[in-house]
């Protein structure tokens, strides 16, 4: 049997056992387990069709999966919250070909993590760095423009600019549980002002007979799930046109990963008028959808945000990612926190022009979380 490393792409991530995937994990984060993934497979939100082609990357050696990396040839750019449509028109201006593209990353998932899935071990950077020359391998081999890595770990994020990567910085909002006992606890560490509209905005959103409760694992039916589906289809219509889930994936996901989901849900006379979705780890509870059927002052405040950190804080989880965009969560005590993703552009021009255009971008981006930083809603400044 040869020890040469060989590089094996998979068509779907049913071709690679859960057992042997999950094997490479080095964390528990919910967003690249082989359940995580299959569910967007078998549920059809994840196909060519959609846009979304997997093909994941596979590092045998000795005849043994060494690491896997969830990849996909993209035929668009939506789904990826790190967003280069401008960079797609500029090369298709100059007579290039933008799509197909790859992508190293999770679908409709702006959640950091690892991408490069190798075990532990002193052989761990190496074989990254053949799973990430594997990305180029299949660039080329399939006449692809380019590869893209987003929402990367600050490691891989080192890797990958090391390897020629163009590093792109962006910008989400964190909320740090700094060992707080009860959120009376987090709220005394605000200036007197945000503490007070904190507390009105709660107050506000419990009025009018709302009910709430947290539901995880068995707790969560198929009524809830297709409650929530109608929650998430009205939102995702009126925020993007089609919404990228469809319903039979919130089942599978309750089935395959149901320990790791963190269902919020309102009801008024009965009937569920409200809902967010949320995956944790053991150190991150990951908010990823809200959604209702009647508006309430301050209810999406109270349920994606102030649940969150009260669950956070009941179960000593120490970070909560509210997602993408907002800066109205600055106030909310959700402060700005630098994401990474790494791109490489198989035209040198290209890749050229790129990082001319990144080291504006990343000093405007650095300039406008210091700036929010310095606006942070605690007494002492930014506490992280």
């Not at 399939?142 to 600019?161: G, I, K, Q, W």
Request: with cysteine; glycine share 8%.
């Amino acid at each position: 049997m040869s020890d040469t490393p060989l590089i094996k792409t998979l068509q779907s991530i049913a071709d690679i056992s859960e057992a042997d995937w999950n094997a490479c994990l080095t964390t528990d984060h919910p967003f690249v387990t082989h359940q995580f993934l299959k569910a967007l497979e078998d549920s059809g939100s994840v196909t060519a069709e959609s846009g979304w082609m997997p093909y994941h990357l596979a590092l045998e050696i000795e005849g043994k999966i060494a690491g896997v990396a969830p990849m996909y040839v993209k035929g668009h750019s939506q789904g990826e919250y790190v967003f280069d449509h401008s960079w797609a028109h500029a090369y298709e201006r100059a007579g290039g070909r933008y799509y197909p593209k790859m992508q190293l990353s999770v679908p409709f998932s702006p959640v950091t993590g690892p991408r490069l899935l190798v075990p532990d071990g002193t052989e761990r950077e190496t074989h990254q760095r053949l799973l990430l020359q594997g990305t180029k391998q299949v660039a080329d081999k399939l006449n692809l423009s380019s590869v893209h890595a987003t929402f990367l770990e600050p490691a891989e994020r080192d890797l990958m600019e090391h390897e020629g990567f163009l590093i792109r910085t962006g910008e989400q909002f964190h909320w740090v549980n700094d060992d707080y006992q009860t959120f009376n606890d987090f709220l005394a560490q605000l200036s007197s002002r945000k503490r007070k509209a904190i507390r009105k905005e709660r107050k506000g959103a419990t009025e009018n007979d709302l009910e709430f409760e947290i539901l995880t694992g068995d707790e969560i039916g198929e009524a809830h799930w297709d409650a929530f589906y109608n929650f998430y289809i009205d939102t995702g219509s009126r925020k993007w046109g089609t919404p990228y889930l469809n319903r039979k994936f919130f089942s599978l996901l309750g089935e395959q990963l149901g320990e790791a989901v963190v269902l919020f849900m309102v009801s008024r006379d009965g009937r569920y008028i409200a809902g967010a979705l949320n995956l944790k780890s053991s150190d991150c509870l990951y908010g990823r959808y809200w959604g209702c059927i009647e508006d309430h002052r301050f209810l999406h405040f109270e349920t994606c945000y102030y649940r969150a950190i009260d669950f956070a804080i009941q179960h000593g989880i120490k970070r909560v990612e509210a997602g993408a965009q907002g800066p109205h969560k600055l106030a909310r005590g959700y402060l700005p926190t630098e994401t990474y993703s790494a791109h490489w552009l198989r035209d040198p021009g290209f890749h050229d022009a790129v990082a001319d255009y990144l080291q504006t971008e990343t000093k405007q981006v650095e300039a406008e979380i210091n700036y929010l930083a310095e606006h942070s809603p605690f007494r002492n400044g930014d506490s992280r």
